[in-house]
């Protein structure tokens, strides 16, 4: 399958969507896996994009898609395309560089950190997850990339910081509490859901709907009135995610019962 017909028929279902940009790179990525029998690393991926790269390595014979973002339970991976017949050592070519300030005077957010990076010109691609604490953040970059960050990262919402390289294995694997809702909506309207499972009024979730805040399985949806389905995920940046687990059918009152999954 390595035609430019079947490449037409593959990236025609992501035109006109968030994904038709990355579908074309993911896309290429695989074909030369396939065709030198080798590998290949993706930049970054959301959630969603790593969704379109296991669907695309799907329709090359022999290559398969792995995915890693330096740690367990990472949100933002890479995504490595192999050939079945490779026998070497792929890497995912993930570095980590810690970034440390005064935590006594400053408080920085996952925000700051991102804002401060974005300022030096760096594509979004070349960063993975950025673990923000007290006193300092661990970003997970292209190792590329590492000594820019060193010599260019000085300063992080206006606050001084000094970054080194660390290790991945100081990372600890990601621990996600999970909280499950049993509530009643009038319809499967997704702000109706969302205000289920995130804890706020449908006008607020709606508002937040149109504001691209709310994402329906990690992308964008600007009608409040799509509907969910069981297994989809709603996510909000800083509030965790929320899975329709299951959907338990109509009330007396004619409401319809629904079971969610919150990660926090």
Known sequence: ???????????????????????????????YAADSGKFRVSPFLSPYEQDIAETIAANFVGVSADFFGGYQGAERCRAMFTDDTFKGKP??????????????????????????????????AYVGDIIATGESAKILIDEKMQNYFLENLKEIGGASVKCSLDELSSIAPKEE??????????????????????????????????????????????????????????????RGRVEVAEIRGTTKKGRIGITLKRYI
């Open 177 to 238: 509490r999970i909280k499950e809702i049993s509530a009643t909506v009038a319809s499967l309207r997704i702000d109706s859901v969302a205000a289920a499972g995130f804890g706020m009024s449908r006008s607020k979730a709606a508002a937040d709907i149109l504001a691209d805040k709310i994402k329906l399985n990690w992308q964008s949806v600007k009608n409040a009135s799509v509907s969910v389905k069981e297994g989809d995920m709603l996510s909000i940046r800083g």
């Open 1 to 31: 399958m390595n035609t430019a017909t079947d490449k037409e028929k593959i990236l025609r279902f992501y035109r006109g969507t968030e994904g038709e940009n990355i579908s074309v790179k993911l896309y290429d990525l695989a074909k």
């Open 91 to 124: 890497s995912f070519e993930i570095a980590v560089i810690k970034a440390e300030w005064r935590g006594e005077f400053t408080r920085l957010s996952h925000r700051d950190v991102l804002g401060s990076l974005m300022s030096l010109g760096v594509d979004r």
